[in-house]
């Protein structure tokens, strides 16, 4: 075996790009323009690695990567059940597995028999987040440490939820920019599972490609909509403390948690055909926002901040009293807040025609009972959005803080 | 109604990103790394706009775009039938809105009443490819216009086939490097069928993003390997010859089929649970190429002629007697070579806990019988790959020559 067919040049090789990709990224150059096929000179040279997969997050820190990094283009999302017989030191050994693997993924660096997947790709921001489900805790004997947060979501009288697709023991996001990138992250933590857990449900999402908009920080959904332009920002002076556990965790929140943050997960069909139907005009007031740029109906451009009190000359509010902004607004909700960072999803088309297509609405806050819950019981009653959408699968996760080398994600819960 | 209400004004709005792109594609910069959310700063600057979305593919042109353009990171394929008492007249129309849309969307133009998908994306390398199948044409009274090259592919014994998701009437294939403006376009087009066809089948797959590696034109499949190595080029003395019919068609081969040429498309799930439980050793050996850079086990790079005779110093042929390369080359199949331009897909998982994954094979030639048939009839008996492969669906098309301005694709054979 040549060192060219030895593994561990790989290993190298995508370590080599990984730290290009630091070093280099920012003055990168992007491919020339397409057209037609290269010509066989264009084939012998490389093509730049641009931005897209030379940037690397680090999986080691205070917080879990994947949840304040910028959506990727792609997400897997994939739960798993423990399978009858593993216990708390099962699931340890399984998440410090998990953890090393993640690790040398994100770096770009490929674990030991790896299917070569991602061979020659930058890191492409790939983000490994591990999470527990409610039903993890009693079967791993550690029913002393669920978190009164993980209390079963309540029911909403628009949800149609099959329960195949629904919560799990364990749950994996996985993004990155480049789809194979995700898919080898996929395989190779998949591998790891050995015999400790089984799948139990798996969904594939998607983003826009970095550098396809010049639009700063909100995609757009299948609808069209801007999606995220009232998310919480970073600058905010209460963004931490919404969305993330405090190092010190109050009362009803376990010490493993600390850093950490709960997940919903909720798959959301949109009835594309019939919101398609709609005009530009009814579109936006369901919304109230327009749909060219995400400017509330109350006036002003994307960020200006929604009036709800705005008045139009005709005397009707100007953003109605069923619109989804103002349904969803923390002002409409005690100041409830979630970051949301949804990615879209497109699984053809169901036996009636209609597409198998809508949001994978993945939403991080310190409590879901003071973000998520409060908010959708709300859309639930009240939104004018909600008939074009179905709810087709619902899960809560406990995501603890990141580790550092070392440690593995879950280790305050699983040796504490 | 405002002008930034006005869908008028998106159609502006993306022609002007589209002209930004033709002329200053080479020119920009990637956008910066990612890391943590960007602060609120970052949020309210446009990020740049690259390549990946600004590269704008013509529609109009000799030969249809999406045969020799370069693989994008994401297709949808989708299949129709004629819906009962729809004829040649309305298919003519249907081809004709078909063409006016594909035209704009591939420019980064909204079509009228647009459902906002694209808003603020670039053209992302669009590509909208149209074909007939063998059954188009006794519908639609045109059974005189049947090429003899739509014969329908031999059975394969290793095939298992489902036949609602082979064959069609009418196919498209949509390719882009943006998975919202590929998105955008499936449904853009399938709004302006009307009543005339009827949803077949529908397959999403997709290929690296552009950026996320270094390497030139082949990419990887979900096995790992390099894929197209062996590729047609189109530097190559008979490139044309093997891959579109000629302007004047030769017998068997309709006028209409002038510049055109024949897509089979097959799905081929992937065994890759098997597959990557094999070593890198005995998977390099049933490919007959070294998985980490493709050179053929004969010797040399990626880009070396495979040397079919090549005797190892232990006596044993360098590259087997059923090594995929092999079976499949150029040499072993009297020349009968086709443009394999394929997408990987990933449709979660089965119930089997198998990947629902695998190959969007789809390969071009001037002639499946002196393309895709032979080298098949081969790999069928003899490919030590193909106990990994499942072929799951199956369709040939004929793909017209491109259209000029005014045009449709597809007219001469309309209205001819």
Redesign the interface.
Same mark, same amino acid.
């Given at each position: 075996?040549t060192s060219?067919?030895d593994?561990s040049?790989?290993i190298s090789?995508r370590r080599l790009?990984g730290s290009a990709?630091?070093a280099g990224?920012?003055?990168?150059?992007?491919?020339?323009?397409?057209?037609?096929?290269?010509?066989?000179a264009? +084939?012998?040279?490389? @093509?730049?690695?641009?931005?897209?997969?030379?940037?690397a997050?680090p999986f080691h820190g205070k917080r879990q990567a994947g949840i304040?990094?910028?959506p990727q283009?792609?997400c897997h999302l994939v739960a798993f059940d423990l399978a009858p017989g593993a216990d708390r030191k099962a699931a340890a050994a399984l998440l410090r597995r998990w953890s090393r693997t993640a690790q040398q993924l994100t770096a770009g660096e490929a674990p030991p028999?790896?299917?070569?997947?991602?061979?020659?790709?930058?890191p492409?921001?790939l983000t490994v987040t591990f999470g527990f489900g409610r039903t993890f805790f009693g079967k791993a004997g550690l029913a002393d440490q669920l978190p009164e947060a993980l209390a079963p979501l309540p029911d909403f009288s628009s949800d149609a939820l099959d329960a195949k697709r629904s919560n799990g023991d364990l749950w994996i996001q996985i993004g990155a920019?480049?789809?194979?990138?995700a898919?080898h992250a996929l +395989?190779a933590l998949q591998?790891e599972t050995g015999g400790t857990v089984?799948?139990r449900w798996?969904?594939?999402g998607?983003?826009?490609?970095?550098?396809?908009?010049?639009?700063?920080?909100t995609?757009?959904n299948?609808?069209?909509?801007l999606d995220g332009t009232n998310n919480p @920002?970073?600058?905010d002076e209460d963004f931490e403390r919404r969305i993330f556990v405090p190092d010190r965790p109050a009362t009803g929140q376990p010490a493993w948690m600390a850093g950490g943050s709960y997940a919903v997960v909720r798959r959301i069909r949109m009835l594309?055909d019939s919101w398609?139907h709609l005009s530009?005009?009814r579109q936006?007031k369901v919304i109230g926002r327009? @749909?060219?740029?995400g400017?509330p109906l109350s006036g002003g451009t994307e960020?200006t901040p929604v009036r709800l009190d705005k008045v139009n000359k005709d005397g009707a509010l100007a953003i109605g009293g069923a619109a989804h902004v103002r349904v969803a607004a923390p002002a409409s909700n005690q100041g409830a807040a979630m970051l949301r960072r949804p990615f879209?999803y497109?699984?053809?088309?169901r036996d009636d025609?209609a597409?198998d297509?809508g949001l994978l609405f993945i939403a991080w806050q310190a409590d879901p009972m003071k973000g998520f819950v409060p908010v959708q019981r709300k859309l639930d009653l009240g939104d004018d959005l909600s008939r074009f959408l179905r709810h087709e699968a619902s899960a809560l996760f406990a995501v603890p803080g990141g580790c550092a080398p070392g440690e593995y994600v879950g280790q305050a819960l699983l040796e504490g």
């Open positions: 075996m060219e067919q593994p040049s790989w090789r790009l990709g630091a990224a920012a003055g990168l150059v992007a491919g020339g323009a397409a057209g037609a096929y290269a010509a066989e264009a +084939r012998e040279q490389p @093509k730049p690695l641009t931005a897209v997969g030379a940037t997050v304040t990094t910028p283009a792609h028999d790896d299917t070569g997947i991602a061979l020659d790709a930058g492409s921001s920019n480049d789809a194979l990138v898919f +395989r591998r089984r799948l798996q969904m594939n998607f983003n826009r490609t970095p550098g396809a908009t010049d639009r700063p920080m995609t757009r299948l609808m069209g909509q @920002k970073p600058a594309l398609d530009l005009e936006e327009r @749909k060219s740029d400017a960020t879209s497109h699984d053809g088309f025609g597409p297509a």
